[in-house]
């Protein structure tokens, strides 16, 4: 098995802000896996809030000599097991003439409903984003700065019917978070994902959860579920956090059996990124696999998206 690694750059429609900085590109790193005349397709984001750089992860891709049943013993989990292991699925179905999903013996996954994602902003400019995006059914929204109130009742008056969720990510002390939760839920918040700092978050055990928590940065793999009993009442699983969508479909089945709700988030990655957690997202409370529709150009076979939601893939672009 041969296996690729290439940077690939995706324009942003607009800047995307969040509490940690802004960018106006997503940077990816395209796997290729080729055997026997097939080629196989991946993509993963390296992500610097888990000490993720492009080259990092370009060097761990390139250094794997492994097989495909060797990867969760010689790579973490994380960005360069993830693509990886999508572009093994991948090879793996185009060798054998099927769809990812026969393979897995799961039922023939359809669209599911994504958030869309508002960039951090002026509560002006956050409230002429929600306006224009009042048609969207689920919109997620990015907090974590003292003007968090302020830009929440913006986003709720320009889109007064859509559902909304809520990341803070790791912005909000525990006395922030309680103090915000009773307007949350007045201003029809369904969830808040990661409200206090991952390794810093004991204090959820300890209080009030008036509405759903997530587990984002505290939540990677199986592994992660131990340390968030008590604390969390969902996870967000992320391709790229778990190292790929064999350990994603294990913590997903795993988090279900110990009580927990699914998220299926993604970064901010092209169509070949979100492709594989189409799969995962099937059935689960939230999707947020918007990052094509934060884009301003794609792969050249990109994800559908339309008023049902986000689409499984063609097979011309994986699986």
């Known amino acids: 098995m041969k296996i690729d690694v290439t940077?690939?750059?995706?324009?942003?429609a607009q800047v995307f802000t969040i509490s940690r900085g802004s960018r106006t590109q997503a940077e990816v790193l395209t796997v290729t896996v080729s055997d026997g005349g097939v080629t196989g397709l991946g993509e993963c984001v390296p992500y610097a809030r888990y000490d993720e750089t492009l080259d990092s992860v370009t060097a761990q891709i390139a250094?794997?000599?492994?097989t495909w049943?060797?990867?969760?013993?010689?790579?973490?989990?994380?960005?360069?097991?993830?693509?990886?292991?999508?572009?093994?699925?991948?090879?793996?179905?185009?060798?054998?003439?099927?769809r990812v999903w026969d393979l897995l013996d799961l039922q023939t996954p359809g669209p599911e409903i994504t958030a869309y994602t508002l960039s951090l902003d002026t509560p002006q400019a956050m409230e002429t984003q929600a306006a224009q995006n009042a048609h969207r059914?689920?919109?997620?929204?990015?907090?974590?700065t003292p003007d968090d109130m302020a830009r929440l009742e913006a986003v709720r008056r320009g889109a007064p019917d859509a559902a909304i969720i809520v990341d803070a990510n790791e912005g909000w002390t525990a006395e922030v978070y309680a103090e915000l939760a009773p307007h949350l839920i007045r201003l029809g918040v369904q969830m808040v994902e990661q409200p206090l700092p991952a390794g810093a978050d004991d204090m959820l055990g300890e209080m009030d959860r008036p509405l759903p928590v997530c587990a984002d940065e505290s939540c990677h793999d199986r592994a992660s579920l131990p340390a968030l009993k008590g604390?969390?009442?969902m996870v967000n699983v992320k391709l790229d956090k778990t190292g790929g969508l064999t350990e994603a479909l294990a913590l997903k089945q795993q988090a279900i059996a110990e009580g927990y709700g699914i998220m299926v988030g993604c970064m901010v990655g092209s169509s070949l990124a979100m492709a594989p957690a189409t799969i995962l997202a099937q059935g689960v409370a939230f999707t947020d696999l918007d990052g094509p529709l934060l884009l301003a150009e794609d792969r050249a076979?990109?994800?559908q998206f339309d008023e049902r939601g986000v689409h499984p893939p063609a097979a011309n672009l994986w699986g």
């Open 7 to 12: 940077r690939d750059v995706f324009r942003l």
């Open 63 to 66: 250094g794997f000599s492994g």
């Open 69 to 98: 049943a060797d990867l969760p013993d010689l790579l973490p989990a994380g960005a360069a097991r993830n693509a990886i292991d999508c572009a093994m699925w991948d090879h793996a179905a185009k060798q054998a003439g099927k």
């Open 137 to 144: 059914p689920l919109l997620k929204i990015k907090l974590g």
């Open 231 to 233: 604390k969390y009442d």
């Open 301 to 303: 076979e990109p994800l």
